[in-house]
């Protein structure tokens, strides 16, 4: 079951897209720890960036996810911008 209507699937799949593209790209200097929720969330927490923030959050949601810590996901996804925020939500609950 869908909770998205074909339209706003395929956009959210276009951005899942996206943003597991970015993730392939490690910043330079970065230890192989550096993709943990943990270290993710601190990183994101020391940004001024807030699209920067979103992305190292949405990042974090996503491992939550496949670590099936949903409520972490979706506490992570509590702490981006309001646009990123439920888009970030909506994805969390279509791979949980």
Known sequence: MSYLNPEQRTTSQ???EKWK???AEKQPGNSADSSSIESLLTRADNLSDPN???QLYYRAALKA?????YKLALEIADKMSSSSAD???T??????
């Not at 996810?65 to 810590?69: C, D, G, I, P, S």
């Not at 994805?91 to 949980?96: H, K, N, S």
């Open 87 to 89: 888009f970030s939500q």
């Open 52 to 54: 920067q923030k979103d």
């Open 65 to 69: 996810v496949r670590e099936k810590k």
């Open 91 to 96: 994805t969390c609950r279509l791979l949980a």
């Open 21 to 23: 593209g970015s993730e």
């Open 14 to 16: 276009t951005a899942v």
